[in-house]
């Protein structure tokens, strides 16, 4: 770990010029000292006032800190009322009590001069003598060289006041300039690169620079000093002398803001040095995705995280043009995501090379025969269902693009995928949320537990418009739109279809957006592109919000709520069940598809149609498994296979579209239409089981207070008439009571 590199290391050529030319006179400094609020380098100044020193701990400065703790931790408003003198090296020193006198105290409030005449005079009362002596010499006295200080200097051979002046000596008499500026400086945060070599100097300043400009994290001076030393203690010529790996085992278990920097000075060093764009990372086995400013907004947004890995395609020959075919995805636009996962597909399809036919060496050796040996071979790899059709579909598209592009004459035309070849996928299955999951989820009082309004926001957009999670957490600040008629719509980007998108919403959103970006305007008024900035990492504000910041707010919240299925079990849901959810409801509602694709923004009617086919489906399974008994408490059996199944399936379905029961379904006949003015609970025909006994205990409530104030307003013939809905309500509910009883001492005698 202490091992210095060698000192005749080879110098990187053209980095010293680079530097010079790209770092900013500001930063070009030896101490830089940063303004207290200085977005990414200040910290603020102590909460005392009148005090410009850094805080330490509870916004005090180290000095205020520790006389509040001597004092017994005490209310802050009260400390702060009384924090003490001034502190030292800031404060006016003591000059001489003598009128006009501006030397220094010696005792007694007398400078050297005067308490030698007070001596001489008997020692009398030192207040009345000094007020009867006459003024001092007249004052055209050189005062102290540091600026705050307004005290004489006691001889011309001094440069300081007579305290000032001892406080020099016993530093050592160094450089005037120097302890002015350490006395200006006292307790100051500031950035000290005095010890470094000319080089070393503007790697740093570049760093500090770079994270200025990205205006992302905070770097307290603290931070970038602990690097200097390291780099100093290092003995390098520059910060590429070692690697990142190497400077990480120097940090030790330091905290991780330290060696954090440390790490990002190699990187924007390296980056400058060797330069950015595809010419500079397509040699490469290992790209850095965030190095190719190419990519387009489609691509999405890399980070330091991102890499593209081919160093892992053990056949040269095979991964010239993977790289080949990356680069063009990229540069189209795709993806990352996408593009990463076709990667690890041919990665894969590397492997299966290796182990099973190590002898090939072009891609004339790639024909049918070999295809089906691989998919012989993944089929026992123990991947999963959607890996294993990864793994065919992107070989398949990445042979397809060779022979588009012309890119290897020798690949064979029968080394091809047919659709027989991908491997069964399970069915698929609604991911539309239950009703009895919505209903705790938009509870007003589960809504009022989100600790941030951003979540809040996000959440809602998400179950009343459909939007993707990316979609909505990259919404541009100006996203509110209005119609004609100024009804409010919700303009967003659509990332997968590459294009702008527009959703109408209500006036309660528009409300909660509106204020969402007074907040946002507030806190970033320099720059607010975005609607929900990063809450961290984000001083400048020019972050949008994440998809996996928001995972985890709605996964806290979730666990806050206490939310559960109709089992009692925690509900684990994702962000897109939303979107999923939105859709069926809109199905249910029997809203046309093309409505439907329009609101979801998709491409075809094929896309509608899959969440309508899956909709359908879920919910007459779940009509089917139900238990249903009509009013008079009575079991309905109906099959769950067979033309009668189809038929009672198809009523049903025709009775939800024409009539919203909130406790059960209509069985009448599609040909006929409803005689009793929707007094369902009377009808012969209605429907219900046990999942509506919540909303059949309700309207029983309500029914029996109708029931009182009729008989007490003497309508004998209305209270007639609930006396029968009531007479149901409590057949029915007795009746699904002992249903679920008996439902329930199966489960536990199970």
Not at 80 to 106: H, K, Q
Not at 185 to 213: K, N, S, W
Not at 289 to 307: E, F
Not at 661 to 681: D, E, F, M
Request: glycine content about 6%.
């Amino acid at each position: 770990m202490n091992a210095r590199p060698d000192r005749k290391a080879t110098p990187w050529p053209g980095l010293l010029e680079k530097l010079v030319s790209e770092v900013r006179a500001e930063f070009r400094v030896q101490v830089y000292v940063p303004a207290p609020d200085h977005p990414v380098l200040g910290r603020g100044a102590c909460s005392v006032p009148g005090c410009d020193r850094s805080p330490s701990g509870n916004r005090l400065c180290s000095t205020h800190q520790r006389r509040w703790l001597d004092r017994g931790r005490p209310v802050m408003a009260t400390f702060l009322a009384d924090p003490g003198p001034p502190l030292n090296g800031r404060r006016d020193l003591t000059g001489c009590t003598v009128r006009g006198c501006r030397y220094g105290s010696s005792g007694l409030g007398l400078c050297m001069r005067h308490r030698s005449a007070f001596a001489s005079s008997g020692h009398p009362d030192p207040a009345v003598w000094a007020a009867r002596t006459s003024p001092a010499e007249p004052t055209g006295r050189a005062s102290c060289g540091l600026p705050f200080c307004s005290l004489w200097i006691e001889n011309e051979h001094n440069r300081f006041c007579k305290a000032h002046q001892t406080r020099w000596r016993m530093q050592g008499c160094p450089e005037v300039e120097a302890f002015i500026e350490r006395c200006l400086l006292a307790g100051r945060d500031r950035i000290d690169y005095r010890g470094l070599t000319p080089q070393l100097t503007l790697e740093m300043q570049y760093a500090v620079q770079c994270r200025v400009d990205q205006a992302r994290i905070t770097l307290p001076a603290p931070v970038v000093n602990w690097a200097v030393r390291q780099v100093q203690d290092a003995r390098v010529t520059s910060v590429l002398d070692l690697s990142a790996a190497q400077w990480a085992e120097r940090a030790g278990p330091k905290n991780s803001s330290y060696p954090a920097f440390l790490a990002f000075a190699r990187d924007v060093v390296e980056m400058l040095h060797e330069g950015t764009g595809w010419e500079v990372e397509y040699p490469k086995d290992t790209w850095r995705l965030d190095r190719l400013p190419g990519l387009t907004a489609n691509a999405g947004k890399p980070n330091p995280r991102n890499r593209l890995r081919f160093d892992r395609i053990a056949q040269p020959w095979l991964r010239v043009l993977v790289k080949r075919w990356s680069r063009l995805r990229l540069s189209s636009g795709l993806a990352i995501g996408t593009v990463i996962n076709d990667v690890t597909s041919l990665t894969r399809f590397s492997t299966f090379l290796t182990e099973v036919l190590p002898e090939a060496a072009t891609f004339a050796t790639l024909n049918r025969s070999v295809l089906e040996r691989y998919l012989a071979w993944l089929s026992t790899s123990g991947a999963g269902p959607g890996a294993k059709t990864d793994a065919v579909t992107s070989v398949g598209a990445f042979f397809q693009a060779i022979r588009q592009h012309d890119w290897e004459p020798s690949l064979p035309t029968t080394a091809v995928f047919f659709p027989g070849d991908l491997p069964p996928r399970p069915a698929r299955v609604s991911r539309r949320l239950a009703e009895h999951v919505m209903a705790q989820v938009e509870a007003p009082a589960n809504l009022d537990r989100w600790t941030t309004p951003e979540g809040r926001l996000v959440t809602m957009i998400l179950i009343q418009c459909g939007l993707r999670a990316s979609d909505a957490c990259t919404l541009a600040f100006d996203c509110l739109i209005h119609d004609g008629t100024g009804a409010p719509d919700l303009r967003y980007f659509n990332h997968k279809m590459r294009r702008e998108a527009a959703v109408p919403i209500d006036p309660d959103l528009e409300a909660d957006i509106r204020a969402q970006q007074h907040r946002v305007a507030q806190r970033w008024p320099l720059q607010h592109p975005h609607l929900l900035p990063q809450l961290t990492g984000n001083v400048g504000g020019g972050r949008a919000l994440t998809y996996h910041s928001y995972r985890g707010m709605l996964n806290a919240w979730l666990t806050r709520c206490d939310i559960h299925d109709e089992h009692g079990e925690p509900v684990h849901l994702t962000p897109h069940q939303w979107r999923h959810t939105f859709a069926s409801r809109l199905i249910n509602r029997d809203v046309p598809q093309e409505v439907i694709r329009v609101l979801l923004d998709h491409e075809s009617t094929q896309m509608t149609a899959h969440y309508a086919r899956i909709t359908d489906q879920s919910v007459r399974r779940h009509w089917e498994q139900a238990t249903k008994i009509n009013i008079k408490g009575e079991l309905i059996d109906l099959q769950a296979d067979g033309p009668l199944a189809q038929a009672a399936w198809a009523k049903t379905r025709y009775a939800m579209a024409t009539q919203t029961l909130p406790h059960g379904y209509c069985g009448l006949p599609v040909q006929k239409s409803c005689p009793h003015a929707n007094a369902c609970l009377t009808c012969p025909v209605f429907v219900t089981g046990p999942e509506f006994l919540p909303e059949l205990r309700e309207h029983r409530s309500r029914t029996l207070t109708l029931i009182d104030k009729a008989e007490a307003g003497g309508h004998t013939r209305m209270a007639h008439m609930n006396t029968t809905v009531l007479t149901n309500l409590d057949t029915m509910i007795g009746q699904l009571e002992q249903i679920d009883e008996q439902r329930a001492g199966g489960e536990d005698a199970s």
